[in-house]
């Protein structure tokens, strides 16, 4: 099965790392977190979260435990692992470092061209 | 797992939908565009699954089950295949079983990789090689000095008559330190062993029995400890039985405190007896550390004892089980039994083969459905490994029954047979053998799966056969019937060679012939004269038998275990002692010659003349007459005999230097010693006779330990037995015989590892056999099936009926001819090991590989005439409309 997401390849590990960085938080919480971040301009084909879910876990990346949530119900709650932290934080920074590179390739004068 | 992911995902299918709905969604509408966002569920489970890993265990399950499901839907085909694998595994498997018992398993003691023998070493080599036997004083110096090894114990053969109230008999025996069980880590099964104070001169005697001899005499008894049993004339205190596993000899069933011999030889550091001597190494010792400090105590001893132990040292090896040549004959026949595992594996490659042409579409439906070629690959080899193992399974409910026949059929008594059972390393084998062999005839179906040839499949529907799979059958087909051509030679090489040898003489006439070894009455032993005076009775007595024709006495017989090896040189400048060739010497009373119907060839046999204090006097075979003699007449010549090993003169008791010197009389035929088989490769085969009344007297005593009576009856030897028995008895009343045999028996016994070996190649080469011509006939009735249309296509275009069967043979001819050549070259490899392994085996005889190979290509021609005239049936109307 590929991965129908609009995201460029591997970036969405690393916004799923970035949330759930910020606390446990379930599936559906994620969803709608990079639902709203993103400002539904990036389209999360929730059919692929789940798997890349289970993908980090598996890799040690990520915890889950079950709880309850604030209504009473139980669900499968994400947070980072140590491994992840790690991980989030040098994707991060090569993430930054090629953003920085697009940016400036973006920028050149059209005259420096001709 | 799955059913947590399940609830994730219905939690998140939940959350939507009420989100959805507070925002003004109907319930129905809510909960569908949830699900179109989350996509369909089952593929959402799938690439969580794949992304955990855990997809291949749930592939493997489902493949497992439709494996087992498809096997269902075919009886048929699933019994062939189950019957001819387990023939293969089990058969593997009996084989694998006897191995592991008898030659794989450790010692049933304690820790038994601790375990050392300990023997002498001398520097220079005798006729015998550098081991020397042990000497008792030697190894209390050993067990005393020795910080390496733990502990140290010793044993000497030690057999007599045991007399209770059910009459005389005579028992093996050991006599035994008293450390022995403890060395081996194992406590006696009742009572006690002996104690350091028993194991010395003066010690009380004290005996132990074993369970069988315990079981015999006192019926299982616990109260028997404590009892008084006659043992050698001697009565002995019984402290404890030895239990099973105490395997330091066969059959033992008597076991004496070795340091209460009182025999003057044994505490010599020279000229003595001999004794075996096991240790057990210290904790955290190594086998290198107990080597070198024995070396030094070696060192230590023949300093202080230059005279007896200059030379001699001390080396530890690991303790292995006694099993004789068995080993060799163990993995020859594991090697012949894998050669029809390696068959059935080619049939069943064969019938799976021709199944995957047949699912071929199925196959193609797979990969249009978006299975890769990976999973069809594993989806066959689980298929394959299903087989495997219900074959298996099935294979190892036979080899249970196989093993108990096997070790009866073995001839005599297979060694540590007791050992001998299924157990978890037989299991491990069987299931290793079997998912190898479902791997081995798995993977040509699976490899057969190429891409792009099933997506041509879906295309076409094609029914054809390409020349590739064809020749892939051939190729089976012909290794089948190179290794059943290889298995026949083999079994054909043994059937000549036992023909060949059944008709030898074997130099004497075996026919109402007894021999059976006397136990004299212990009260006769104690002196010299008396020992001649009960043999001269004993003679005298089993003449007057009815039916008895003629007696001798004799201490080595032809055929039987047993052999007294004597250099000698015919002048008295002799060479060094290990370049002084052998004979075997042969103590004897004058009517020998008349009860073994050895002919006399030259010059005279003994008389009552020949005796002590007349010139000693030997008779030779023709055989050392010409080695030793060559053209010249050896009669009134003269051999030197060295004296470490002479039979003669007391000067081999008192350890004067010198030789003895012995007149040639007469020259008999040879005799086959070592049996109708060994008798023509064996090392030492010269012979020399001398009269048992010129042995001196002080070897006397040992000599009548060895001596056996023989006896030329009128009827059938073994019916006079009893009265022998009653005649030789005694005035005493315990003098017994015992290893009673007749010569036919010996002879038999002596080609019964040929018997063995042919009979049970003959089995495997029949299987092989029967394996091969089934695959044939598979084979062909599947290809000639798959040309139905083309056949149908000649016959309409004018081809007959004889042209299709020739067509047919030719194709099957090729096979057959291609592995006839192959399987031929591999017999002359196995005719090879089996000259090296089995004695008497000759080198290759053409005549035997052409009618073994005839056998074969007849067979394999009967099993392809089937298929083949089937084709040519084929009537070309219908079989064009199939098309």
């Given at each position: 099965m590929k991965e129908k997401s609009d995201l460029p390849q591997g970036t969405l590990d690393l916004l799923i790392l970035k949330v759930v960085a910020l606390g446990p938080v379930h599936g559906y919480a994620i969803a709608q977190r990079l639902q709203q971040v993103s400002r539904d301009v990036v389209q999360v084909p929730q059919g692929s979260l789940y798997p890349a879910l289970h993908r980090l876990e598996n890799r040690g990346l990520l915890a889950a435990d079950w709880n309850e949530t604030e209504t009473g119900r139980e669900a499968k709650f994400y947070k980072l692992t140590r491994k992840g932290r790690a991980q989030l934080e040098t994707e991060t920074a090569s993430w930054e470092r090629l953003a920085e590179a697009v940016g400036l390739i973006m920028k050149l004068s059209p005259e420096g061209a001709e | 797992m799955d059913e947590q992911l399940e609830k994730e995902l219905r939690f998140h299918l939940e959350q939507q939908t009420a989100e959805l709905q507070a925002q003004g969604y109907g319930a129905g509408e809510a909960r569908r565009l949830a699900r179109i966002a989350l996509g369909g569920p089952e593929q959402v489970k799938e690439s969580c699954r794949e992304a955990r890993g855990t997809r291949w265990l749930e592939d493997f399950a489902q493949d497992f089950r439709y494996a087992l499901r498809t096997l269902g839907q075919r009886p048929g085909f699933a019994a062939v295949v189950l019957l001819t694998l387990a023939l293969g595994t089990g058969a593997t498997t009996v084989m694998f079983t006897v191995v592991n018992g008898?030659?794989?398993?450790?010692?049933?003691?304690?820790?038994?990789?601790q375990l050392v023998t300990v023997q002498e070493r001398t520097e220079k080599p005798n006729q015998y090689g550098y081991v020397w036997a042990f000497a008792y004083p030697n190894y209390l110096d050993c067990k005393r000095e020795a910080r390496t090894l733990a502990s140290m114990a010793a044993w000497r053969y030690g057999g007599g008559t045991i007399s209770g109230a059910r009459g005389a008999e005579y028992v093996d025996g050991l006599q035994i330190s008293s450390d022995s069980f403890s060395v081996l880590g194992i406590s006696p099964l009742q009572g006690r062993g002996f104690l350091p104070e028993e194991d010395q001169l003066g010690g009380t005697p004290v005996m132990m029995i074993s369970r069988g001899l315990w079981q015999r005499m006192f019926g299982g008894n616990p109260s028997a400890i404590g009892s008084v049993v006659q043992f050698e004339g001697k009565p002995y205190t019984l402290v404890g039985i030895a239990p099973e596993n105490f395997q330091l000899g066969e059959n033992v069933d008597v076991f004496t405190p070795l340091g209460q011999d009182e025999s003057p030889g044994l505490r010599n550091r020279d000229r003595h007896p001999g004794i075996n001597v096991v240790a057990r190494l210290g904790e955290g010792i190594s086998l290198e550390q107990a080597r070198t400090e024995l070396a030094v105590i070696g060192q230590q001893l023949a300093k202080q004892y230059p005279e007896s132990n200059t030379g001699r040292s001390f080396v530890a090896e690991p303790l292995r089980p006694e099993v004789g040549d068995a080993g060799a004959t163990l993995w020859l026949l594991l090697g012949a039994v894998s050669f029809v595992l390696l068959i059935a594996c080619a049939n069943v490659a064969n019938l799976l083969l021709a199944r995957a042409a047949a699912r071929e579409r199925e196959f193609a439906m797979r990969v249009a459905l978006g299975a890769s070629w990976n999973r069809l690959v594993r989806q066959c080899l689980t298929e394959s490994g299903v087989l495997g193992l219900c074959g298996g399974a099935v294979g190892v409910l036979l080899a249970m029954a196989g093993v108990t026949e096997f070790v009866k059929f073995w001839p005599g008594d297979l060694p540590r047979a007791e050992e001998v059972h299924l157990d978890w390393r037989v299991l491990l084998f069987a299931v290793g053998i079997s998912l190898l062999s479902g791997l081995i005839f798995g993977l040509a179906p699976a490899l057969r799966l190429r891409r792009r040839d099933l997506e041509r499949a879906v295309h076409t529907g094609a029914r054809s056969v390409g020349p590739r799979s064809r020749r892939l059958h051939g190729s089976f087909v012909i290794g089948e019937i190179a290794i059943a051509v290889i298995l026949l030679v083999s079994a054909g090489i043994l059937g000549r060679t036992l023909l060949r040898l059944s008709s030898l003489s074997p130099g004497v006439d075996v026919q109402n012939v007894l021999v059976a070894r006397v136990a004299l009455s212990p009260s006769t032993m104690a002196n010299p004269a008396g020992i001649r005076a009960a043999w001269k009775e004993i003679l005298e007595n089993a003449q007057q038998v009815p039916g008895v024709r003629s007696v001798a006495t004799v201490d080595t017989v032809p055929m039987r275990e047993g052999n007294n090896q004597v250099s000698y040189w015919t002048s008295a400048d002799l060479p060094a002692p290990n370049e002084l060739p052998l004979a075997l010497a042969t103590s004897v009373t004058p009517d020998y010659l008349q009860v073994m119907g050895i002919p006399l060839l030259k010059g005279r046999f003994f008389n009552e003349q020949d005796r002590l204090g007349n010139e000693t006097v030997v008779v030779i075979d023709d055989v050392l007459a010409q080695k030793a003699f060559?053209?010249?007449?050896?009669?009134g010549r003269r051999l030197w005999i060295p004296?470490?090993?002479?039979?003669?003169?007391s000067g081999a008791a008192s350890g004067a230097a010198g030789s003895d010197v012995a007149r040639v009389v007469g020259v008999v035929g040879h005799v086959r010693y070592w049996g109708l088989a060994g008798d023509d490769q064996a090392q030492v085969r010269a012979q020399f006779y001398y009269p048992f009344a010129q042995v001196p007297d002080a070897l006397l005593g040992r000599w009548s330990e060895l001596t056996s009576i023989a006896v030329r009856t009128n009827a059938a030897p073994l019916s006079v037995l009893e009265s022998l028995r009653g005649a030789v008895r005694g005035v005493t009343g315990d003098q017994v015989l015992y290893e009673v045999r007749t010569l036919e028996q010996l002879a038999a016994a002596s080609l019964a590892r040929q018997r063995f070996m042919m009979m049970v190649l003959g089995i495997f080469a029949a299987l092989a056999m029967v394996l091969a011509c089934i695959g044939i006939y598979g084979v062909l009735a599947y290809l000639t099936g798959q040309r139905v249309p083309e056949i149908g296509l000649r016959m309409a275009l004018g081809a007959s009926a004889q042209d299709v069967l020739r067509m047919v043979m030719r194709q099957s001819g090729i096979m057959i001819l291609a592995g006839v050549g192959v399987g031929v070259a591999g017999g002359v490899v196995a005719a090879r090991l089996l000259q090296s392994y089995v004695p008497g085996v000759r080198s290759i005889e053409p005549a035997t590989f052409a009618l073994m190979v005839g056998v074969l290509i007849a067979a394999a021609l009967v099993a392809s005439f089937v298929p083949a005239r089937r084709a040519s049936r084929v009537d070309p109307m219908s079989a064009l409309r199939q098309e």
């Open positions: - | 008898v030659l794989l398993k450790p010692l049933p003691y304690a820790q038994p990789s060559g053209g010249e007449d050896p009669v004296d470490a090993g002479s039979p003669f003169s």
